[in-house]
């Protein structure tokens, strides 16, 4: 699979850092679509915020259930 590379996403970070900057108490959650960038948004958002931010980043494995 050829990978894209991360552009034009700015409207999206900036929504998420005046969530960040508005209410850093709370837990903020991403979702969307399998495969739209979710993941890779916010791994790029980390690295610009600040240290005295704490991230909690967690990313479950796929599961696939069989019935038998």
Do not use: A
């Not at 409207?11 to 960038?37: A, K």
């Not at 916010?42 to 599961?63: A, S, W």
């Amino acid at each position: 699979m050829k990978r894209i590379g991360f552009y034009d996403r700015e409207r999206e970070m900036e929504e998420i850092r005046d969530i960040l900057d508005s209410e850093p108490s709370l837990l903020t959650f991403v979702y969307g679509p399998i495969n739209s960038g979710k993941t890779t948004l916010i791994t790029h958002l980390i690295g610009q915020l600040p240290e005295e931010y704490v991230v909690f980043l967690h990313k479950p494995q796929r599961e696939i259930h069989i019935e038998l």
